[in-house]
C-alpha cells in the first residue's frame, strides 16, 4: 500500500515538473512588450476660448442725396477709392409743381416791383440834376431801385433752383452735384442711372446712394456664448482667422464686450468687437467671416507633453 502511495506521490510531482516547464517554454515564444516613449518639449502654451464673427469696417458712411429726383450720372462703382469732396453722382430734378408756380410768381412779383423803382429812380433823378431834390432823397430813391434789383436776381435764382436744383453762381454746393464727405472706398453703390431718388429729411431717411468706408480702419465683430464671456475682458489680445485668407493670422485688440446679451436660438450670446492692427496691409473685404481666438493667458518656453500621455487617479484626482 505505501508503495502505490509513493508512486502516486512521484508522479504528480513528475506532472507538474513537466507543466511547468511547458508554460516557460510557451512564455519565451510570446513577443516581448514593447513601450512607446515621448520625450518632453518646450513649447508656447495659450489658454484661449474662440468667437466666431466677420470683418467689418469701423464706420460705414451712408451717401444720400438733398433733394429729391432722377439719377442722371453716377461716378462711381464698387470698389474705386475715392477722396473727400470728389463726385459721386448727378441728379436732375422732378420740380414740384405747386413750388414751382410760386416760384415763378415771386419772378413776376420782383420784376413788377423793379419797373416800379425804376421809373421812381429815373424821375427822382431827373429832379436831382436840375437842383429839385436833395442828394438825400437821390440816394434813397437809388437804394429801393438797386433793392429792387437785387431781389429780382434772387427771384430769378430760386426759380432756377426750383426747376432744375441748382442756378449759376453756386458751384460745388449744388444740390444736384452728389459729393463724398470721407476719404475711403466705395463698398456698395445700390442704384444705376435712371432710378428716382427721395431725399433725406426728417421725415425720410432717404435714398442711399453710395456706402463708403475707410478700409484701414477694419474691426472684428463677432460673438461670444454667456458660458465664455464671463472669462474675457477689454484689451486681451485676439488672433484672427480668416476663411478666405488661408495660412495667415492677424493680430486684434479686444475693445469692446455688450453689456446686454441677446437670445440665438435658445442660447445668450454677447456681441464683442476687437480693432485689428493697423500695421497690418494686407487687404481684407469687408463682410468676409473670421474666428477670433481670445488669449486668457499663455506661457512661453514651457516644459510640455501632450495632454493624451497625462494619466489621472479617479481615487484621488
Known amino acids: ?14 506532472v507538474t515538473f513537466v507543466g ?5 517554454y510557451q512564455k519565451n515564444q510570446e513577443d516581448p512588450i514593447v513601450y512607446e516613449t515621448e520625450t518632453p518639449s518646450v513649447q508656447t502654451i495659450v489658454k484661449k476660448t474662440v468667437a466666431t464673427g466677420s470683418i467689418v469696417p469701423r464706420e460705414e458712411i451712408l451717401i444720400k442725396p438733398n433733394i429729391s429726383g432722377i439719377i442722371d450720372e453716377i461716378y462711381i462703382e464698387a470698389g474705386d477709392r475715392i477722396k473727400s469732396g470728389d463726385l459721386i453722382a448727378k441728379i436732375r430734378v422732378i420740380p414740384n409743381v405747386s413750388s414751382l408756380q410760386s416760384a415763378k410768381d415771386a419772378v413776376a412779383t420782383a420784376k413788377i416791383n423793379l ?3 425804376k421809373k421812381s429812380y429815373d424821375r427822382q433823378k431827373s429832379l436831382f440834376d436840375k437842383g429839385v431834390i436833395s442828394a438825400n432823397d ?4 437809388d437804394v429801393a431801385y438797386k433793392r429792387a434789383q437785387q431781389n429780382y436776381k434772387s427771384a430769378q435764382q430760386n426759380f432756377e433752383i426750383v426747376r432744375t436744383g441748382t442756378t449759376s453762381g453756386i458751384g460745388s454746393a449744388a444740390n444736384t452735384l452728389i459729393r463724398s464727405t470721407i476719404d475711403g472706398m466705395v463698398l456698395d453703390v445700390p442704384v444705376k442711372t435712371g432710378n428716382q431718388v427721395i431725399e433725406s429729411n426728417n421725415f425720410n431717411d432717404g435714398t442711399t446712394l453710395a456706402t463708403l468706408a475707410d478700409v484701414n480702419q477694419m474691426i472684428f465683430d463677432g460673438k461670444v456664448d454667456e ?3 464671463g472669462k474675457i475682458s477689454e484689451n486681451l489680445p485676439l488672433e484672427i482667422t480668416v476663411g478666405a485668407i488661408e495660412n495667415k493670422t492677424f493680430d486684434a485688440v479686444l475693445d469692446y464686450i455688450a453689456p446686454k446679451g441677446v437670445s440665438e436660438n435658445g442660447a445668450i450670446q454677447f456681441n464683442i468687437k476687437g480693432t485689428l492692427d493697423k500695421a497690418d496691409t494686407t487687404f481684407i473685404r469687408a463682410g468676409l467671416s473670421a474666428n477670433a481666438s481670445i488669449i486668457l493667458a499663455k506661457a512661453k518656453d514651457a516644459l510640455a507633453i501632450k495632454e493624451a500621455l497625462v494619466q489621472f487617479d479617479s481615487k484621488t484626482d
Open 138 to 141: 437821390f440816394d434813397n430813391a
Open 227 to 229: 458660458s465664455e464671456v
Open 115 to 117: 419797373d416800379n423803382e
Open 20 to 24: 511547468a516547464l511547458y508554460y516557460l
Open 1 to 14: 500500500m505505501k508503495k502505490i502511495v509513493t508512486i502516486i506521490i512521484l508522479a504528480l510531482i513528475a
